[in-house]
């Protein structure tokens, strides 16, 4: 069956590039060789997993914005398995895409696959993850990846007073995403770039040995992957957690702070807190003030409740307008525009479409809602009335 489906592949490949002036892809920010994709040509999108909120509406708001503009599409979920993602690009190959739009679940495992896809004359877009290590990708979108950790460790250092002179010691523990997600190294260097300063004058303090412990000499790239947590899932996180209390937290010791990177992590932190330390109460002084990411509805309704201080939206209406935008540059044979950046892949720089993440807390919660990203009447029944009228409007 992989066996009949490779040569299908390499034959489509030959077919295509025979027909073509050039095959592969050009580096520059030029789609490039004035080819152009038809209106009806399909395009493939491949996501990792649909357990997790918003790969599910990255993939189905990409999916409508490129059927409004004629285009058949393929968009597949790879259930967090690097095989399966594969296999659901080659099956986009196979059915002739033209253009493939990929969030990798493990950014080098897919690799062979996307290569197949670039030798059978497809573009190749990496969406919000980056592809590493091959030549075979042409672009790459997503959200400025530092500064989600810019944001995080910015408002943990706002609420531990650590600006106005603070002298703590403050318990922190840190957790990273997962270590096969390229994104996860960016995001916690932006946050521990701003914390390893107070690591350094003994302000913040890691007591537990999570991930061996960390300390003010470490360096992020050191570090991130040894606090990552596998597939960003909520168990695993919570399974850490429950250990580190057990070890550090368990005589009443005060937790400040707990950087998560995403708010599954969150949710599994909070969960392990909520076991191990009944003491601990969401929303007064004895809970931790504890970070985020992507603005999933947990989130929304955690940050009402108390039990989660700050989470990263990233709008991912924008990035699906963002990267449709670039399909139909690609498929018009025009110059790509908005590329404002580049990231290493390991093999080449990818000319990269960044966009701008932002900060949500209790007070610009409903900023959510005048973003579209959730409806007025969900929000309403996430926060279940708790905040003020004039915080929801
Ligand atoms: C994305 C984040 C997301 C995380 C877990 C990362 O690659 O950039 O937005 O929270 O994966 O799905």
Redesign the pocket.
Known sequence: MQFTKKIVAVVAGVAMCAGLTACGSSRTGQSGDGDKIEKGATIGISM??KS?E??NKDGNNLKANLEKQGYKVILSFADDKPAQQNADIENMVNNDAKIVVV?SKDGTAVGPAVEKARDAGAKVIAY??LIMNTDAVDYYA??Q?EQ?GVLEATWLIDKLGLEDGATGPFNIELFA??PD?N??KY?FKGAWDLLQPYFEKGILVNPSNHGGGVKASDKAEDIWQKIGVQS?KAEQAQKDMESILDSTYAHGEKLDAVLS????ITQGVANAIESKRPDMKPGTDSWPYITG??AMEISIANIANGKQGETVF?DVNKLANAVEELIIEIAEGKEVSGINGKFNNGNLDVPSKLLDPQGITIDNLSDLVKANYVTQSRFNELTKGTLLEDQIK
């Open positions: 990792p997993t997790e918003r790969w969030a919000d993850r997503t959200f990846l989600t995403g997962s997600d994104n996860s995001f960003w990177p995403y708010d599954g990411q992507d990233k």
